[in-house]
């Protein structure tokens, strides 16, 4: 039973919490709180933090890593085409047999390139790949095809696409390889370790500066890439007082839309790497060098010499008896397999027609290295040269000489006065050129020192196949007897097919194609020209110090001659000729 307190008196045994102890602990309880919310927010911030820089790894390392796979794959068992097809400062375009099949396939021309996921495009480019069309395990030369990439660029975040071009049609698929990459520099470089493409704009440390496209002719010329990825954390910082800020490289993809600096609270890590093609570089178990000689080849030659060396991974040869395959993606191989010698060298030869003026090939050849009882393949590929410089031929005899011409006949030819003379003592004609070339236009400037005698001639030979045959555009007197003023001029273009001697063969021999009545003046230079494209001839003559007129004097079409070498022809006269020029006429 309780007993009330009546007495006044404090009970000695009194138990509780006074006022001031109870806020003591609520306060306390209010401090550890807090603190156990601010460790679980930091907790959770860096939790967040942490997530968003794997995911920047993985989006930089997977852009990186698949741009230096294309690169250093690039090539391998291409017999048609290039191991490059397209490259700019924000794509690449590279070809290699991934399944190692010995053909490529569709799925085997990588595009990678950077672009917006949405939007129309800003930006296209073409590439023409070779790839096994009708699935029969080799590629003809009609397996290609033109496909047109759009890419989306604005501003940034962009992803990076690989691009593979359809079978069936000229589209292509795309696959996203990774994400919110802020930008992307390509750098190229050649075997001298400069900048590609040539010309280009470096800066302080002899880097290409963005933009730039590569052309055609640059894509065998890539000897190393730098691969420059910056990439940005999916979300913002949670942190207020976070901030990241520059500036983007200028003229780079991330520019194009109009933004050159960010600001804001996104992480961002920059990813670089330095990608060769390989077996351009040691290979763990052997190398393939490729060497041809000569290279760049010249016209009129026409053939170079292609050696193989294979090395083993110690870098000795690796003795007789391999096969090394080689393949090339223009021109004739004259041996497509050929065996190593003691020295570990195979050779080959790579012949060219000279369809065109210049040509870029790349020759490639490919063997197996057996290494603990397992055959591993070995790659290479270089460019050959087939160069005639910008016009097939140019030559105003400014030089004093004569050097390239073939002289022919009983004329005697001499450079005099920075002119090209023939004496009177004979007939004649000079030859240059390629016995190949197909479509051209020639022209020359010649003067007679006196008048032309009855049925005599000069000018232009064209697709020259010997003496006897050949085509003409040449100036030939009709009527000369007299006062030179009733002198008759026609030019003509003339057919020779004929078994007799060129060199005995004076006025109207030949087949006369065409012709027509023209003034000539003796003492004054004329310029000759004429133009041979697939059947059809073309011939003009003018005063060379008026304009060219328009139009042509003479149009015919013949098919005898396909091709063959230019020269200057007269019969019997004192000539000069002058300025001689020869440019292909190109689809």
Known sequence: MCEANTSGERWTNERGFTLIGLMVGSGLSLVLIAMLVTVFQSQKESFILQNELNKMQANGRAAVNYITRGVQNSGFNVVRGTRFLAASDHYLTSVFDEDNDGVIEADEVFTYALSNSTGASTETFTISPFFDMDSDGAISSAETRDYSIGLTLGTPDFNLYMIKPNVGDSGSERSKLAEHIDNLIIRYYDKNDDPLPSGVTVDADGRPVPPYTLASSDMNDIRRLEIEVLVKSP??????????????????????????????????????????????????????????????????????????????????AVGSGLTVNFNASDGTVGASSSTTNGSGEASTTLSYDWAAPNASITLSANSLITVGGSDFPVFNAIPVSFESGDGILTDNFDDGDSAGWTELGSVNWNVASQKYKTASNGSGQSLNGCASWQDYVAQVDLMRNGSLGLNEYAGLVLRYQDTTHQYQARILCLACAGNPAGHVYVLQLILLDTTESIMSMLGFTGTVLDQAVVVVTSGDYYTIKASVEGDALKAKIWLATDPEPASWDLEVTDSTYTEGKVGLMTTKNVMNFDNVSVNPITP
């Open 235 to 316: 979300n913002q910082d949670p942190r207020d007082e976070y901030l990241d800020s520059g500036a983007y490289t200028t003229g780079s993809a991330a520019t194009v839309g109009g933004t050159t600096t960010y600001s804001d609270r996104h992480h961002r890590l920059t990813f670089e790497s330095n990608a060769s093609p390989r077996n351009l570089v040691m290979a763990p178990y052997g190398i393939m060098s490729i060497a041809a000689s000569p290279n760049p080849v010249e016209c009129p030659d026409d053939t170079t010499t292609v050696t193989a060396t294979l090395l083993d991974s110690e870098g000795a």
